[in-house]
C-alpha cells in the first residue's frame, strides 16, 4: 500500500534537508528519499566539507607563511598525505550527519534509502536492495521537492580510471600531495583547488577554454586574483583547451590547442557538473529535463509540473549550498505559504573559497553597464587596513558599486581574507535599500577588515563630490 505524504523530496543534501524541514515546520507530513545510506548529499561527502578541510590547512600555512614570525619555519613533509591535512574530517563529517539525522528525527521526518523513480506526477517508487531480494516502496505526495545534486562531467577524452587523472570526487583521495598539478576548468571548483594546490606547495597551471576565469565574478576582481596567482607561481593557459592526453607511469602529458604541451604529476578535471536526474523518470511526471542533466524552473522553482519543484545543484549556477537551501526554503513556502513567498533577486551573497577568497552580491560592474545604470564605485585597499596589515594580507581589495542618484547600493566585491564572512554587511544593505552613506557614518571596531567599508564609502562619496568617472 502506498505510502502518502504532502511533500516527499528526493536528496537529503542541504537543498533536500532544508526543504523537508521547512515543510514540517509548517506542520506538514514529510518524506525524504535518499540513496545513499547515509544522509547529507556529496556536499559532505565528496564536495563542501572535504575540499574546504583542505582549504583551511592551505589557508593556515599561508597565513603563517605570510606572518614570517621571527625564529618559526613551516615545512611540509615531501610525502605528506593529503589525508594528513585533513585530520579530523572524519569528526566534523559524522557531527554533521548527526545533525542532520536528529534535525529529521525532530520533525519526524520519514527518511526512505533507495533509488527513486516517479511512477506518475504523484507518485514515486523508492526501490531499495536487501539481503531478501529488491525491496520497492511507493511513496504519494501532493507536493515533490528534486533535490537530488550533480556530479563532475567526466569528457570521453580524459581515463578517469587511471590513477594521476581525477574528477572533483576523486582528487582528495589522493595519497600524498603532488609535485605538480594540471587543473582543467576556470569555473569556481577548478580555482578552489588551484589555489588550495599551490598554496600547498605544488606547481600549477590552469587551463581554461575561455578568456577569462571565473566569469561571474566582476572583472576587476577576477582580473586581479589572477595577477595575484601569477606572483605566487599559478600559470594561466586561458582561451586553451586540452587536444590530447598521454597518462604515464611516473606523469601525465598533455598538449593544448595553443600547442603548448605540459607534464605534470596529476591532472585534475573540472570542467563543470551534470545533474543527478538519471532513473528518475522525470517523463513520467511531465518534466523534460535540459542538456546537462538540470531542471528547468520558474522564479519560484516550480518546472513543468506545478507540484513538483527542484532546488540545489540540479538547476545548475551557482550551485552553492547557501542558495540550494534558500531556493529550497522559498520553494517550500510557494507550496504551502505562498503569500510569504518571493524571488530570490539578486542580493543574496556568492563566495568562492581560493586562497584568497572572493565573495559578492548584487550587481556587478559590467551589470550596471549592460543595464545603462548611472553608477559609481568606492574601493578600499586592504594595504591600507591595520589589520589586513597585522595579518599580512594585504593584497585583497573591497569594492562598492552604488547609483549616483540616491547613492543605493547595488553591488559589493571583495577579494582577500575572510571575504565570505565580509560580503554579508553589504548583502544586508542590498536586501535593505540600503546607501553608501550608512557605512560611511557607522562606527566600526579598530582593527578590523570590516573597516574597508567605512573606507570604502568615503572613497565613493569623495568621487561623487569631485564627479570622479567610474574607472
Known sequence: MAEHYDLVVVGSGPAGAQGAAQAAALGKQVALVEREPYLGGAGLSTGTMPSKLLREAAHTLVGLRRRALPGVSVALEPELRLADLMYHQDVVIEAAWGSIQRHLERYNIRVAHGTAAFKDAHTLLVRRETEQGQEVTELTGEVFLLATGARPKRPALYPFDHPRVHDANTILGLDHLPRSLAVVGGGIIGCEYASMFNALGAEVTLVEARERLLAFVDDELAARWQRHLEQRGVQFALGADVTSLEPGESSVQLRLTTGLALAVEVVLVAVGRTGNVEGLNLPAAGIEPAPGGLVPVNEYFQTAAPHIYAAG?????????????????????????????????????????????????GLTEE????????????????????????????????????????????????????ASELVHLGALALASGGTLDSFANAVYNYPTLSETYHAAARDGLERLARQVPTD
Not at 547557501?322 to 513567498?341: D, H, K, N, V, Y
Not at 596589515?389 to 547595488?410: E, H, M, N
Open 313 to 361: 545543484d540540479v538547476l545548475g549556477f551557482p550551485a552553492l549550498a547557501s542558495t540550494a537551501m534558500e531556493q529550497a526554503r522559498l520553494a517550500i513556502l510557494r507550496a504551502f505559504a505562498p503569500g510569504t513567498a518571493a524571488p530570490l533577486g539578486s542580493a543574496y551573497p556568492l563566495a568562492v573559497y581560493t586562497v584568497p577568497e572572493l565573495a559578492m552580491a
Open 367 to 418: 551589470a550596471c553597464q549592460q543595464q545603462h545604470l548611472d553608477y559609481a564605485a568606492g574601493r578600499a585597499e586592504f594595504e591600507h587596513n591595520a589589520r589586513a596589515q597585522i595579518t599580512g594580507d594585504t593584497s585583497g581589495l573591497l569594492k562598492l558599486l552604488f547609483a549616483r542618484g540616491d547613492r543605493r547600493l547595488l553591488g559589493v566585491h571583495v577579494m582577500g581574507d575572510q
